[in-house]
């Protein structure tokens, strides 16, 4: 199960005529909701959460930020999160999600052979860190030329 979440004013209801009506959700919150589906298979993780989204729930849950993606339909990047456990909770893997965050700072500003060190030695046992090691070392090998930090999503 992937699960995308975004946070946001919609219009929900029923749309249509009189002869057929569809229960539905629409605006931009919906639409971005609908983009981030993708992103826990992307990441190889369950659940991804904008971060405007993270932060209306209150301190109720623990987050890692993944990433920070520029989806179709949106200008601005999205900063996205996993919520890792309840608020209160020990944190699943704290040398993980230190060493991850740590490594995420590397990639952002350029440093893809010491963000792929950080992330590879969790890779095997945490499916972001894989997925960031490989992107990180594709991009040691090959660098970007106009690198923002900025992960573009070619798809929905």
């Known amino acids: 199960m992937k699960i995308g979440l975004n946070a946001g004013p919609a219009v929900v209801g029923n749309v249509g005529s009189d002869k057929r009506y569809n229960y539905t959700a629409v605006g931009e919150a919906v639409n971005i909701a609908a983009r981030l589906e993708s992103l826990p298979g992307v990441y190889k993780c369950r659940v991804v959460v904008t971060a405007e989204t993270a932060d209306r729930v209150g301190g109720r849950f623990l987050f890692r930020e993944l990433d920070t993606v520029a989806v179709k339909g949106k200008e601005e990047p999205l900063r996205i999160l996993e919520p890792?456990?309840?608020?209160?909770?020990?944190?699943?893997?704290?040398?993980?999600?230190?060493?991850?965050?740590?490594?995420?700072?590397?990639?952002?500003?350029?440093?893809?052979?010491?963000?792929?060190?950080?992330?590879?030695?969790?890779?095997?046992?945490?499916?972001?860190?894989?997925?960031?090691?490989?992107?990180?070392?594709?991009?040691?090998?090959?660098?970007?030329?106009?690198?923002?930090?900025?992960?573009?999503?070619?798809?929905?």
């Open 84 to 156: 890792v456990a309840f608020a209160g909770e020990t944190v699943p893997d704290a040398a993980c999600m230190d060493d991850y965050a740590a490594a995420l700072d590397l990639y952002r500003k350029g440093a893809f052979v010491d963000a792929d060190a950080l992330w590879s030695a969790h890779a095997g046992t945490d499916g972001p860190s894989f997925v960031m090691a490989e992107r990180a070392r594709a991009f040691s090998a090959d660098p970007p030329s106009d690198w923002t930090g900025v992960w573009v999503m070619s798809g929905k």
